[in-house]
C-alpha cells in the first residue's frame, strides 16, 4: 500500500523500518526539529532523520491546518496513514483523507492507559501485564476500534525505556498485521465501555520523590519516570535523579550488616552507604539506589556516586528530601 507514515521519536523507528520493506512510504510526517536538551540548535526528530537517509520526503507542518500542508496529503494520495507516536493531534479533514484511515501504534491495551504516556503509568500502577493496540484514529482520544492486540508480561526491574524499547519492536509485526487486515477490509472491534484509565504526560514535578511513602511505591515512580523526566530528589541543596532503584529486603547481608549500630536508620530518607551499594530510608523499609545521575553528569552506579558526594565520612550523612 502507498502511505504517509506519521510519528516523531526514536520508538517510532522499529515500526517506519519494517513497513518501508513491505510497502511504499511516500513520505513522513513528523514534528518539526525542536532544541535538544539545553541547547538552542533546533534537532530534527529521528524519525525525519531517517527519512532524509532514506531519501523520503518529510513533512513537519508547524499548523496541522495549514491548506499547503493539507493539499500536498491530497496530492500524495496516501491509501493508508500508519501512526506512531507523531505527537501532533490529526485534524478531522486530515482524518477523510486516506481510504483505509489513519492506524495508530498504541503502547497499552486499550481501552486502559489512553493518552500520551502509557507505559510510564502502567509502570507507575505497578501493572504485571501491558502490551500494545492497532486501531483507526476517531475524533476522541484512543478511543477508536481496534484490529490487533498483543500481550505482554512486565518484568520486574524494568524502567519505561526498557519496556518501551520492547513494545517498539513487539509493535511493528503488531502493525503490519494491523494494515493487512485494514487492507483485506476487515472490520475493526470495537473497544470495551469499561476498564478505560488515562495516561497524561507527566511533569517534572511529577518526577519529584517522597521518601515518606512506602517503598515500593517509590521504586515504581523511579521505574515510570527512568529515563525521562527522571525521578529526582534532594540531598543538601543537590538535586539529582534516581533511574534505576530496587526494594531492599531483609534477605539482603549488606543492608542488615550496614544497619548496625547506624544511628540514622530509623530516620525517612537517611543515606547508608557502603563500598558497593547505598541505600534510602523510607516509610516502611529501604531501596536500594542503583543508578543514579547529577546534574549536569552521566549516569553512574550509586555508590560510586555516593562515594564522591559523601566522601567517606558516614556521620552525620544528610537526608534525601
Known sequence: MRMIFAGTPAAALPVVETLSQIHEISAV???????????SKLVPSPV?????????????????RDPHFVDRIREIAPEVCPVVAFGGMITDELLRIPPR????????????????????????EGVKTTGVTVFKIVKALDAGPWFVQREVEVEDH???GD?????????????????DLAEKGIVPSQQSA???????????????????APAQEIVHRIRAMSPEPGAWAMLGEQR?????????????????????????????????????KIYCRTIDGWIELIQVQAVGK????????????????????PSLG
Request: glycine letters at 8%; proline letters at 6%.
Open 29 to 39: 510526517l513528523t514534528r518539526p526539529p525542536a532544541p535538544l536538551g539545553r541547547s
Open 48 to 64: 525525519e532523520q531517517w527519512a532524509r537517509d532514506c531519501n523520503v520526503e518529510v513533512l513537519a507542518p508547524t499548523r496541522m
Open 101 to 124: 484511515g489513519w492506524i495508530n501504534l498504541h503502547y497499552s491495551l486499550l481501552p486502559a492507559f489512553r493518552g500520551a504516556a502509557p507505559v510510564q503509568r502502567a509502570l507507575l
Open 158 to 160: 524494568e524502567t519505561a
Open 163 to 179: 519496556l518501551l524499547d520492547r513494545l517498539s519492536i513487539l509493535g511493528a509485526q503488531a502493525m503490519v498485521d494491523g494494515l
Open 194 to 212: 469499561t476498564g478505560i484509565t488515562l495516561a497524561p504526560k507527566f511533569t517534572v514535578k511529577d518526577a519529584r520523590l517522597d521518601m515518606g
Open 240 to 276: 539529582f535523579k534516581i533511574l534505576r532503584a530496587q526494594v531492599a529486603y531483609d534477605s539482603d547481608q549488606t543492608l542488615q550488616t550496614a544497619m548496625i549500630g547506624n544511628a540514622y536508620q530509623d530516620r525517612i530518607g537517611a543515606i547508608l552507604p557502603t563500598k558497593k
Open 298 to 317: 552521566k549516569p553512574m552506579v550509586g555508590a560510586d556516586w555516593a562515594r564522591g558526594v559523601l566522601g567517606h565520612d558516614r556521620e552525620g550523612v
